[in-house]
């Protein structure tokens, strides 16, 4: 006995026993559903209690993404940070979608070797079998273990000749038992075809067609179910559902069943069937969550909205205040420039000195510091150039006297600047450069 007949005992043994009792091998795998469905019910809810929590997040992460814009590492680092002190696994909503997949592996290799996994017989006694029941007379060739071909040589094993098996294993014959592969007409150890009509148009090779055919169209049903049992706010639209990540489940049981023995069909069938009831039930033992999840997440989007309101408040104090005192950016920035103390002609000048006339001024025209635009990135420098409409209204309700101050400041501004647009000091200027002498 190997490792993976010890690790697949209880499954074996189990759809053994259901054989045995019911002498059906299609209700043999629906009742091995069933049972595995029960056993994998706990984790399901507790994964729908995650998913649960986690779009009650959304919420907090999008926040984050604002915060911290572009900045991937940082907006990674505030992510884990904020699960780890909420107690959130991301992974907790779906972790118990892949617990079925590591179900199916070992059940598939049942159905596919019953003689090795359900009989407990090795592969020299497989083969007796084999000679006893005549497979190579039959099948024209010489019987190896691959494939499908032990399923095909347990469907052979009749009243007829199980005596004969028996014999040929020897000690191992008590183990040995009929299965009965008939359910509803189809032979569910036969793999089936696109081209059913092949073998005729009866009932065994249509229904052996449509088999995989209806465990795709379950599959795309369940999807809708869960989609719909899986909506925080039943009062809006759901959302745009991924027609991408909701066909990988019909196109996978489509490969499966027109690929292996009817029987994964059966066992798909059964899967999805009681995957929309086990939907339907968490839906209803989850329903307080789900309702204490949406007063939540309304009590959040309050939360937000209230939060973003007051920094605009505040973000728009500051610009009046600051307009108030006069200290406009752009102009601190020239004023800067022109302060005795700073050089800009040096970068003008070079090595010509002649060539700044007798009219040149270095102080009239700021020189804008050179930036490389394949280096980093040049820091952004807030330069309010005077307060919006949304901004006025605003500061006029949390602070009217700074609101009017701020708009005394930005009229004065205005009617400071007006004469020097209009006056000709710039036609002055470089009347005077014209004059000098070089």
Not at 48 to 53: A, F, G, L, V
Not at 137 to 157: D, P, Q, R
Not at 254 to 265: E, Q, R
Not at 326 to 347: F, I, T, W, Y
């Amino acid at each position: 006995m190997d490792i993976w007949q010890i690790l697949m005992t209880p499954f074996s043994w189990l759809l053994k026993l259901f054989c045995q009792v019911f002498d059906s091998y299609g209700i043999a795998l629906f009742l091995f559903t069933v049972v595995i469905k029960i056993v994998l019910f706990p984790l399901q809810l507790k994964g729908k209690k995650s998913m649960i929590k986690m779009n009650v997040m959304n919420g907090q992460l999008q926040e984050i993404q604002k915060r911290c814009g572009n900045d991937k590492e940082k907006y990674n680092q505030e992510v884990q940070r904020f699960y780890a002190e909420n107690n959130v696994n991301p992974m907790g909503g779906c972790g118990w979608q892949l617990i079925p997949i590591a179900v199916l592996y070992p059940l598939y290799a049942i159905i596919r070797r019953p003689l090795k996994y359900m009989m407990w017989l090795t592969e020299d006694a497989v083969k007796a079998v084999a000679d006893a029941l005549g497979w190579s007379a039959k099948m024209g060739t010489e019987f190896t273990v691959a494939g499908s071909n032990e399923l095909i040589l347990a469907s052979m094993m009749n009243s007829g000749n199980l005596e004969a098996a028996k014999a040929a294993v020897g000690a191992s014959a008590a183990s040995v038992f009929l299965i009965n592969f008939d359910f509803f007409g189809i032979d569910l150890s036969q793999v089936p075809k696109l081209m059913f009509w092949e073998n005729g148009w009866g009932w065994d090779s249509i229904g052996l067609f449509l088999l995989p055919v209806i465990s795709a169209a379950l599959s795309v049903v369940t999807s809708l179910v869960m989609q719909k049992t899986n909506q925080m706010n039943r009062d809006q639209p759901a959302p745009k559902m991924n027609w991408s990540i909701m066909l990988m489940s019909p196109i996978m049981s489509l490969w499966i069943g027109f690929a292996l023995p009817a029987g994964m069909c059966v066992y798909w069938i059964a899967n999805s069937l009681l995957g929309m009831v086990q939907e339907v039930i968490c839906g209803r033992m989850l329903r307080k969550d789900y309702e204490a999840a949406q007063k939540e997440m309304a009590e959040q989007a309050a939360k937000a909205k209230e939060a973003e309101k007051e920094r605009r408040r505040i973000a728009a104090e500051k610009k009046a205040a600051a307009i108030a005192a006069g200290k406009d950016p752009k102009k601190a920035h020239q004023k800067k420039n022109r302060e005795p103390g700073v050089d800009l002609s040096a970068s003008r000048e070079g090595l010509r000195a002649y060539a700044r006339g007798r009219a040149y001024d270095p102080n009239r025209y700021p020189v804008t510091p050179y930036h490389d635009p394949n280096g980093p990135a040049k820091p952004a420098v807030e330069e309010p150039a005077g307060l919006t409409e949304e901004e006025k209204e605003i500061v006029a309700q949390s602070n009217p006297e700074l609101a009017a101050q701020a708009e005394a400041a930005e009229r004065k501004a205005r009617e400071a600047e007006a004469p020097s647009e209009e006056s000709g000091d710039y036609e002055e200027a470089y009347a005077d450069d014209d004059g000098g002498e070089n």
